[in-house]
């Protein structure tokens, strides 16, 4: 349960960096659109929910 909260928080957190910094330039991979900042915050939020086994 816990991973999937920190995956919801990292999405969170990855489209509101799309919103709030984003990419001026265009070429970004992770910031150029929301699907994929949400998608990165939210990989990156289960990784750190989900902690070493």
Same mark, same amino acid.
């Given at each position: 349960m816990l991973p999937v909260f920190y995956a919801l928080l990292g999405g969170a957190?990855? !489209?509101g960096?799309?919103?709030l910094v984003?990419?001026?330039s265009g070429v970004c991979l992770?910031?150029?659109n929301?699907?994929?900042s949400?998608?990165?915050g939210?990989?990156?939020g !289960?990784?750190?929910g989900a902690g070493p086994r």
């Open positions: 957190l990855g !489209f960096y799309y919103k984003g990419c001026r992770i910031t150029r929301p699907w994929n949400t998608a990165y939210a990989m990156m !289960f990784m750190l």
